[in-house]
Nanobody, 124 residues
Framework: QVQLADSGGGLVQAGGSLRLSCVAS????????MGWFRQVPGKEREFVAA????????TYADTVKGRFTISKDNAKNTVFLQMNTLTPEDTAVYYC?????????????????WGQGTQVTVAS
């Protein structure tokens, strides 16, 4: 089994920044891709960004490209999501997720393990 612990959410003013973290534990050798998704109540879960553990390749949603950066610390089994120039439209619960394979997919159904979520609220 794999456990994902995501954290770092909070309340921030528009234009501000936050950094989310996701620590993976357990049978992490089975994982090769980590992703971030977000969800607003009443809406579908939305892809944000993903990264390949070994090669470091990344994918981003168009809505966050240029503002958000996903990165990793292999030694600490931790993935980060640096979020800059936040807008109220970024308000959501953010979830980290993990899967095997190589491609940093945008498809949430490909991800097997999920964190508990961390709330990000951006005030206007």
């Amino acid at each position: 089994q794999v456990q994902l612990a995501d954290s770092g959410g909070g309340l921030v003013q528009a234009g501000g920044s936050l950094r989310l973290s996701c620590v993976a534990s357990g049978r992490t050798f089975s994982l090769n891709v980590m992703g971030w998704f977000r969800q607003v109540p009443g809406k579908e879960r939305e892809f944000v960004a993903a990264i390949n553990w070994s090669g470091g390749s990344t994918t981003y949603a168009d809505t966050v490209k240029g503002r958000f950066t996903i990165s990793k610390d292999n030694a600490k089994n931790t993935v980060f999501l640096q979020m800059n120039t936040l807008t109220p439209e970024d308000t959501a619960v953010y979830y980290c997720a993990a899967k095997s394979g190589n491609y940093p997919s945008r498809r949430d159904y490909e991800y097997v393990y999920w964190g508990q979520g961390t709330q990000v609220t951006v005030a206007s």
